[in-house]
């Protein structure tokens, strides 16, 4: 009678385990910004808008190659300086909006910009859809 009371529990169980739904997946999101990682412009940076003005697949968060060229350097700080020294105050670049407050060049930026110098390669992006631009 016992025997056949734990085999009627382990049914019952194998029976509820199988009608219960599996436990959702849990989406990665490393950077916290709610965009998925599978889906996300900038994996290891914040970036919720997704903003990426050049269209590369590469965020603006993660993207401070305005040359196109794979890797942030010289020529890339020279188009920030550019903008940051000849559009005005504050300047207003969009592709150089690294922290998204809807303006481009400024302080903020610069901060940002330094840290994606360092850095070098634009990304890492899961929607590149330029390999040359965003590797
Ligand atoms: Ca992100
Ligand atoms: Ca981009
Ligand atoms: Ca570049
Ligand atoms: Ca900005």
Known sequence: MRARG??????A?????????????????????GVDDSVDNCIDLANATQTDTDGDGCGNACDADYDQSGSVGAPDWNEFRFC?????????CPWADHE????????GDLGVFRQLLQRRVPGPSAVSNDPVACP
């Open 13 to 33: 169980a194998a029976l509820l385990a199988a009608l219960l739904p599996a436990p959702a997946a849990r989406a990665a999101d490393q950077d916290a910004d």
């Open 6 to 11: 734990i085999a009627g529990w382990a049914r």
């Open 100 to 107: 998204g407050n809807g303006c481009g060049g400024d302080g």
């Open 84 to 92: 940051a020294l000849t559009l005005g105050t504050p300047p207003c």
